[in-house]
């Protein structure tokens, strides 16, 4: 009899009325019929709103998780500033919070590259100072996590991406024109951007490891090398780029005792070898390291570097 019930209650208004019809052969009473009918009716009606109520619940708990995953992923892929070394010093985000550009970067020796980086990537080849360039594996990545840590300490900037050794090999300029690549670009910038307080040229030095690296509190970092034109030839302010490159030096020695070499003074007849620094009186090439660095150890003094630059930045 229980199994009857059971099987009834699966069944559906219509399959019920069915089986109500099929089942006159027994002769059952009028009245018993209608009170099984509405017993039936009623019971299948509660079983289909728990099974509404039990799916609605389902579906809304898929529908949050769902939400929720997408929205988790969303941020996980959302491009970060710079993916920061694990053992980077921790630092206070600046206060000047502002879309203008305050600092330009750019890397006019872009091949610029690492031995280190090299052979670890081609083990089989041996490398040399002259030939340590590489197209992708060199001072852009540099100049990218420098501006990336900026961003960071939320100061805005600009970095010029474009590719100067490619271009002076499609127009078969010689290897010192590069300057003149790279200066129209940071014309073009400073036209644009008034903002532009100071720009850095990043460069890597062909000096050896002992000259170029640092420990400091168990960790290596790159030496760095403050360059700056000498000279009015081209550039009749460059006393001021001195100063500049001077208080660079001061400041992150303060702070990272041993990691600036010092301002070096270069003096050229032509404007391209003046750095173009001509365009701006803050601004200075910094050789990070050298060849024998690795990134690690670039990485290591970019994030001290921008600590430095966060304190003169208005």
């Given at each position: 009899m229980l199994k009857m019930w059971r099987c009834l209650l699966m069944r559906t208004d219509k399959e019920l009325m069915e089986l109500i019809k099929s089942s006159y052969s027994l002769e059952p009473r009028e009245d018993f019929i209608q009170?099984?009918?509405k017993k039936l009716r009623l019971k299948a009606r509660r079983t289909r709103s728990k099974k509404a109520v039990g799916f609605l619940t389902v579906a809304v708990s898929v529908f949050i998780l769902g939400f929720l995953a997408i929205t988790s992923f969303n941020q996980q892929t959302k491009e970060p500033a710079i993916q920061l070394s694990t053992n980077t010093n921790q630092y206070q985000p600046s206060t000047i919070l502002t879309d203008d550009p305050l600092?330009?970067?750019s890397q006019t020796h872009?091949?610029?590259?690492?031995?280190?980086?090299?052979?670890?990537?081609?083990?089989?080849?041996?490398?040399?100072?002259?030939?340590?360039?590489?197209?992708?594996?060199?001072m852009t990545l540099v100049g990218q996590r420098l501006s990336n840590a900026l961003k960071q300490r939320n100061i805005n900037?600009?970095?010029?991406?474009?590719?100067n050794t490619k271009e002076l090999q499609e127009k078969e300029l010689p290897y010192q024109d590069a300057y003149k690549i790279s200066r129209k670009n940071m014309q073009d910038a400073l036209v644009k951007n008034k903002s532009i307080q100071m720009a850095f040229d990043l460069h890597r030095d062909s000096a050896s490891r002992e000259v170029t690296t640092v420990e400091i509190d168990g960790k290596a970092y790159a030496k760095i090398t403050f360059v700056v034109s000498e000279g009015e030839?081209?550039?009749p302010d460059y006393e001021k780029n001195q100063e500049f490159a001077k208080q660079l030096h001061k400041k992150i020695n303060d702070k990272y005792p041993r990691i600036s070499r010092g301002v070096f003074s270069k003096s050229y007849d032509t404007y391209q070898n003046h750095y173009n620094q001509d365009l701006l009186n803050q601004s200075a090439?910094?050789?990070?390291g050298g060849v024998e660095n690795t990134l690690e150890e670039e990485y290591n003094t970019v994030e001290a570097l921008a600590n430095v630059i966060q304190t003169l930045v208005k």
């Open positions: 009170e099984t009918e600092v330009y970067i872009n091949y610029e590259s690492f031995l280190p980086e090299l052979t670890a990537i081609y083990p089989e080849e041996t490398f040399s100072v002259n030939d340590s360039i590489h197209e992708t594996i060199n900037n600009i970095l010029d991406t474009n590719d030839a081209g550039n090439v910094i050789e990070i």
